[in-house]
């Protein structure tokens, strides 16, 4: 992370936090902890792809899958994803 660069935004109902990464690091963040301290930590999904993907194939498939089943599985793409919205294409 590059300290000076991220920030935080609090108002009443809200807070905000905009993490910077270091100019050597690459790729997606995949997920991030959060909570009132380090003892209760919850983890949250950026929106990706693939995170998408597991969750809607969780969702459609909860418990260990027979082949068939994996085969009929909706074919699920990220298209736009904006502050509002999140627009997916699912075949």
């Not at 270091?22 to 950026?46: I, M, N, R, V």
């Not at 418990?63 to 509002?84: F, K, M, Y």
């Amino acid at each position: 992370l590059v300290s000076p660069e991220s920030s935080v935004s609090v108002s009443a109902h809200n807070a905000v936090v905009g993490l910077a990464k270091a100019p050597g690091s690459t790729g997606l963040w995949q997920k991030f902890s959060f909570g009132l301290d380090s003892s209760a930590l919850q983890e949250g999904l950026f929106v990706s792809e693939e995170n998408v993907d597991g969750f809607l194939g969780t969702a459609f498939c909860p418990s260990p899958c027979s082949q068939s089943a994996l085969e009929r599985q909706p074919l699920i793409e990220v298209l736009d994803v904006t502050e509002d919205r999140i627009q997916i294409r699912v075949e």
